[in-house]
C-alpha cells in the first residue's frame, strides 16, 4: 500500500465517520462540530486529487465561514441544542434511499450499467476523458465572475441573499422586549360596605 493509499483512507474514514455522526448524534452543536472534521476530510481528499484551490475554498468558506455560522446560530437559539426523539421509521427510509442513491452512482460512474446491457447511462470515464483542467482555470473563473456579461450580476445577487438570510436569522433569535405592567384599577367600595366600615371604628 502506498502513502497516497494510506492518506485517502484516513481522509476517507475521517469523512465518512464524521458524516455519520452528523446525523445520528442527537445535540445539535456536536454535530456541527462533527460537520466541520468532515468537511477538513474532504479538503484533505481535495489535497490529493492535486486540488489546492478547492481545498482551500473549502477550509476558509465552508468550515471558517458556514460552519462557524451554523455554530453561532445553534449558540443563540440555546432551546433546540438536544433533538429529543427520532422517529424510526425514518432510519429504514434514509437507508433505502442511500442504498439507491449509492447504486444509482456505482452505475454512473463505473461500466457495472454497459455491462448489463443498459445503453446511455454510464459516464464513460477513461484515463483520457475527462480531459486534463486547464492552467489558467483559476484566472477564467476570477475574471468571470466580475465579467459584466457573466456572472457578476448572479454572484451579487447570492451575496445579497446571504445577508438576507443572516438578518432573517439575527431577528428570528432576538430575545422579545417585557410588555410594560398594566396599572391595576382601583378596588371599588360599595356605599353600604363603607358604612359598616366606618360604623365599627
Not at 43 to 68: D, K, N, Q, R, S
Not at 92 to 109: D, W
Not at 141 to 152: A, H, I, T
Request: charged content about 10%; hydrophobic content about 55%; cysteine-free.
Amino acid at each position: 500500500m502506498t502513502w497516497e493509499a494510506l492518506v485517502f483512507l484516513i481522509f476517507s474514514v475521517i469523512t465518512l465517520g464524521s458524516g455519520a455522526l452528523v446525523v445520528t448524534t442527537r445535540n445539535l452543536f456536536h454535530a456541527a462540530l462533527y460537520l466541520m472534521l468532515s468537511l477538513f476530510g474532504v479538503a484533505g481528499l481535495f489535497v490529493l486529487l492535486t486540488a489546492p484551490f478547492l481545498a482551500g475554498v473549502e477550509i476558509v468558506v465552508y468550515i471558517g465561514a458556514i460552519a462557524i455560522l451554523i455554530i453561532f446560530a445553534i449558540m443563540l437559539t440555546p432551546q433546540v441544542m438536544q433533538i429529543p426523539h427520532l422517529r424510526s421509521n425514518q432510519w429504514i427510509a434514509a437507508l433505502v434511499a442511500a442504498a439507491l442513491f449509492f447504486l444509482m452512482l456505482v452505475s454512473v460512474l463505473t461500466p457495472l450499467a454497459e455491462e448489463l446491457g443498459v445503453d446511455n447511462w454510464s459516464a464513460g470515464f477513461t484515463q483520457d476523458d475527462p480531459a486534463d483542467v486547464p492552467a489558467d482555470t483559476l484566472t477564467t473563473l476570477g475574471e468571470s465572475l466580475v465579467d459584466p456579461d457573466l456572472y457578476v450580476l448572479p454572484f451579487e445577487v447570492a451575496s445579497v441573499l446571504l445577508m438576507a438570510a443572516l438578518v432573517g436569522a439575527a431577528m428570528m433569535v432576538r430575545p422579545e422586549e417585557p410588555e410594560p405592567r398594566r396599572s391595576e384599577p382601583a378596588p371599588v367600595v360599595e356605599p353600604g360596605a363603607e358604612q359598616a366600615t366606618t360604623g365599627g371604628d
